[in-house]
């Protein structure tokens, strides 16, 4: 390490069977075109969120989606700071703000996979997240989703705070204004994580885990 603090793979390398992968408000809301709080970069990320989908899926890494609530009384104070909020009925549940965005991978039913909902920005605030993680031994998290300077920052911190390892995929994330987004990205690199592209993370994952079946067919090959 030759920085004040460690960044990269000197920081960790990431070990998939330890990973969860988080999916945050992909919801109408963010992403439809049009839409109250629109994210383009929310679309635009949708082939790589997708690849990322896939390759846990395939591995058998817990994937939980993640969808804002804000209707009275859960919003709180954010019904004051976003008007829209509360005038429009955005964000919530029963509305199709609140839906997840039709024209992407969806959640699936099964023993990997979880919705959960949440009332604020940060992920596991009053919600079940970190129960899901430690139930499966997760001790790192790969965050994506929008907007990356609100909720995805707010649960990379707050993943930090609880001893997870923060992967922070910089073209899976996006919010509506570039610079905040550059922004979030050196915060979490210098303070809380490992920012990296997709395809480098994908690359990653794979040698990670195409070793771990090497290993694994070497253990049980019979004796000679």
């Known amino acids: 390490m030759s920085g004040p603090s460690a960044t990269g793979a000197d920081f960790f390398e990431i070990e998939p069977r330890r990973c969860a992968l988080l999916v945050i ?3 109408n809301a963010f992403v439809a075109e049009g839409a109250p709080f629109e994210t ?5 990320m949708i082939p790589r969120l997708r690849q990322l989908i896939e390759l846990a899926r395939g591995a058998g890494v817990p994937i939980v989606w993640t969808q804002s609530d804000h209707r009275p009384p859960y919003g709180g104070l954010m019904l004051r700071k976003f008007p829209a909020i509360a005038r429009d009925r955005v964000l919530w549940r029963g509305e199709a703000s609140y839906e997840m965005y039709p024209e992407m991978t969806q959640p699936r039913e099964g023993p990997l996979e979880y919705r959960i909902v949440k009332h604020k920005f940060d992920a596991f605030f009053e919600t079940g997240l970190d129960a899901i993680l430690r139930f499966h031994h997760a001790d790192t998290v ?10 995805c920052e707010s649960t990379a911190r707050s993943a930090f705070m609880r001893d997870y390892k923060v992967v922070f995929p910089s073209d899976a994330n ?5 610079a905040m987004h550059e922004a979030t990205l050196k915060n979490i690199e210098l303070l809380f994580g490992r920012v990296m592209t997709t395809a480098d993370l994908l690359r990653e994952l794979e040698e990670k885990l195409a070793r771990s079946e090497s290993s694994a067919r070497a253990a049980t ?4």
């Open 142 to 151: 790969i965050i994506t989703g929008t907007a990356t300077n609100a909720c």
């Open 221 to 224: 090959r019979p004796a000679v």
């Open 40 to 44: 383009p970069g929310a679309r635009a």
């Open 174 to 178: 996006a919010t509506f204004d570039p």
């Open 25 to 27: 408000d992909m919801q």
